[in-house]
């Protein structure tokens, strides 16, 4: 299995940018299709985005299409989440993902068997 940490959360204002990173170690981390979630307080956890592993194929949340890019570099084992414009609804603890199964079931936690810890995103109003 991957073992993924992520990093580059922070406290922003309503319609700033941020870009996630979560660095991984593990075997065969270039063969994994690789996901973000967030999961809001009191709320369950929720796709934000995913990349496969070629990085030819990606698939978004509606709720962040047009705001959020995801990218990969398997030569970094990392992978990057570009958040833009923002909300105070986007406030989440984000969280990478990768897993090996079909691409078509990257938008389910439950296809995902490895997880980083999660890094902390507030958008202020």
């Known amino acids: 299995q991957a073992q993924l940490v992520e990093s580059g959360g922070g406290l922003v204002q309503a319609g700033a940018s941020l870009r996630l990173s979560c660095v991984t170690s593990?075997?065969?981390?270039?063969?994994?299709?690789k996901g973000w979630f967030r999961q809001a307080p009191g709320k369950e956890r929720e796709f934000v985005a995913a990349?496969?592993?070629?990085?030819?194929?990606?698939y978004y949340a509606d709720s962040v299409k047009g705001r959020f890019t995801i990218s990969s570099d398997n030569a970094k084992n990392t992978v990057y989440l570009q958040m833009n414009s923002l909300k105070p609804e986007d406030t989440a603890v984000y969280f990478c993902?990768?897993?090996?199964?079909?691409?078509?079931?990257?938008?389910?936690?439950?296809?995902?068997?490895?997880w980083g810890q999660g890094t902390q995103v507030t958008v202020s109003s």
């Open positions: 993902a990768a897993h090996t199964g079909a691409f078509s079931s990257s938008s389910s936690t439950d296809a995902y068997t490895s």
């Open positions: 593990g075997r065969a981390f270039s063969t994994y299709t």
């Open positions: 990349i496969n592993w070629t990085g030819g194929r990606t």
